[in-house]
């Protein structure tokens, strides 16, 4: 092998180490139905407690008025969780944004469109 052979092999095992720590949590498929928003969260299956908050706005129009703002705890223990938020949505269209918290640090946020 050459030396920039070596070395971009070198570079790119030592990202592969340093990658293969991390953590990642996203969010996948939010849904409404009978009372609760379901949040599907995707981990690495290592148990986790994280924080997942939720703040929810009303589409009217041209326009988007906050109705609410809510969060909890939640312990996720598999690769794929659902997370059950209590709450009365009427029907409509409405804008959720999703924050995933682990010790304090933003691990994922989304914006996802849903109607009721």
């Known amino acids: 092998m050459t030396g ?5 092999f070198g570079f790119l095992l030592v990202l592969l180490l340093a990658a293969a720590g991390c953590t ?3 969010v996948g498929n939010v849904s409404y139905s009978t009372g ?7 981990s690495s299956g290592t148990p986790v407690n994280t924080g997942v908050q939720v703040r929810v706005f009303k589409l009217d ?5 906050e109705l609410l703002t809510t969060g909890t705890m939640v312990m996720l223990t598999g690769p794929v969780n659902t997370v059950a938020i209590p709450l009365h ?3 409509g269209r409405y804008k959720i944004y999703v924050y995933i918290t682990t010790n304090g640090q ?7 469109d849903i109607a009721v």
């Open 36 to 42: 609760n928003l379901s949040v599907t969260i995707a």
């Open 4 to 8: 920039r052979l070596c070395l971009l």
């Open 61 to 65: 129009e041209f326009e988007q008025h």
């Open 106 to 112: 933003r691990e994922a946020a989304v914006i996802r």
């Open 89 to 91: 949505l009427d029907p």
């Open 24 to 26: 990642t949590l996203s």
